[in-house]
């Protein structure tokens, strides 16, 4: 339901706000560069890329289906408390109680680029990586094996070659799994800053330094974690990543929202929060279509855990003030005392801070543990080498003289069978 507006164009960055010649509660949409008219939406819901002889089909309507359907819950959560944040695409009347549309951040990539580079430099800086490690790997694989220094094969932990954690996170099986990855990470831009004039409150932000922290954490911690149920296999993409900026997201809504910091954000912090479980489900779903998707499914949920946790355990400052914290009663040696305590979404579901940052860090802790117990104890046979893709540890020298002279006694047994049925055949026809 769109508000009253005024007839003259409203400016908004690049686009302003026209009323239609309809109705004043109808808008048009123009983009005032350099004199363009209005821009209509191409045919078709589907993009193909070619990559060789494969296409790639990225499917537009989740995305389309996600917006309808933020748009409407937007409307519905949010209500007169909302009309604090307006979108690009409307503003709000003080007399209307309807929500605008809550645009995902992606959006602001195309509305202004210099914005977005200033506010959240970590992230675009990692999407760019992202990119150029796509391209190492497919288009110069004959020069030099761009996989095999950065892929995540778990025997390689024996090596300490540790670096592979994150590097492997620069791989893409192919243009799709690219690109849909790149849409979730643009879509948590708001988690590092906020872009000014974008609607957005800059009160759950956690900055550059924690949002790349936090990063870094969940993709090790989805790695290690999806190496102990599949030890053989080899982790590439950054997915765990991924999810574990969702765990970041849903862990600062959580707090806030349990300490009622800011009453007017509960509807923006429910339906942005709506964004993170859509953006989990595709993902998930898309590993339940494969069929190793049970390896990729543990381990996007182990970042989910990881980014979760870092927050609980680090205690960052959220829109650079402290943690909020609701007052509690904790039952001591001394009896019930008074104490300060998180809350997640509800008063009802508190608990105290230490205790929260020791669970925390103790799920990580326990994860990381486990790891490595399985690497250097359960999987003992396993070689450092990891088959040959070690950069610092090579495969014993007798397990390769060994493997040549067994393909040599192969070769000689092959022949001698060739020169048996040659003589065979030759006294046959004589």
Known sequence: ?????????????????????????????????????????????????????????????????????????????????????????????????????????????????????????????????????????????????????????????????????????????????????????????????????????????????????????????????????????????????CFGLDGALFAVCGLLLGANADPSLRGFLEVRGLYVAIHMGIDIMRGCSSPYGTIGNVSHLAGFVGGFCYVLAVLPEIGGRPVPTVPCLRKKHSGWNEDRCFAFFSREYSAGVDEVQSYAAGILGLGIALALLNAFVCQRQAHASADGYSIFVKGPDHVFEQAVARTLREFREREMRSRETFAAEQRRRG
């Open 1 to 241: 339901v769109c508000p009253k507006i005024l007839h003259s164009p409203i400016p908004m960055g690049r686009f302003s706000v026209m009323p239609s010649s309809r109705s004043n509660a109808s808008f048009r949409l123009c983009v005032s560069n350099e004199g363009m008219g209005p821009v209509r939406r191409p045919r078709g819901s589907r993009w193909t890329f070619r990559a060789g002889r494969q296409k790639i089909h990225l499917l537009v309507p989740c995305a389309l289906l996600m917006l309808s359907s933020l748009s409407s819950l937007s409307s519905r959560f949010c209500g007169t408390a909302y009309s604090r944040y307006p979108s690009y695409y409307g503003y709000e009347d003080s007399s209307s109680s309807a929500g605008g549309v809550l645009l995902p951040p992606v959006v602001w990539v195309f509305q202004d680029w210099e914005l977005v580079r200033i506010a959240c430099p970590t992230l675009l800086a990692f999407c760019f990586v992202a990119v150029l490690g796509f391209i190492l790997q497919h288009c110069f694989q004959r020069l030099f094996s761009f996989q095999r220094i950065t892929v995540f094969y778990p025997p390689t932990l024996k090596a300490f070659e540790v670096w592979r954690l994150w590097t492997h996170t620069l791989l893409h099986s192919d243009l799709g799994h690219l690109a849909v990855n790149l849409l979730h990470i643009l879509n948590t831009l708001d988690l590092e800053g906020v872009v000014i004039g974008s609607g957005y409150p800059g009160s759950y932000t956690l900055g550059s330094l924690h949002t790349g922290r936090a990063a870094a954490s969940a993709a090790a911690y989805g790695a290690l974690v999806g190496s102990v149920s599949s030890f053989g296999a080899m982790f590439e993409g950054a997915s765990a990543m």
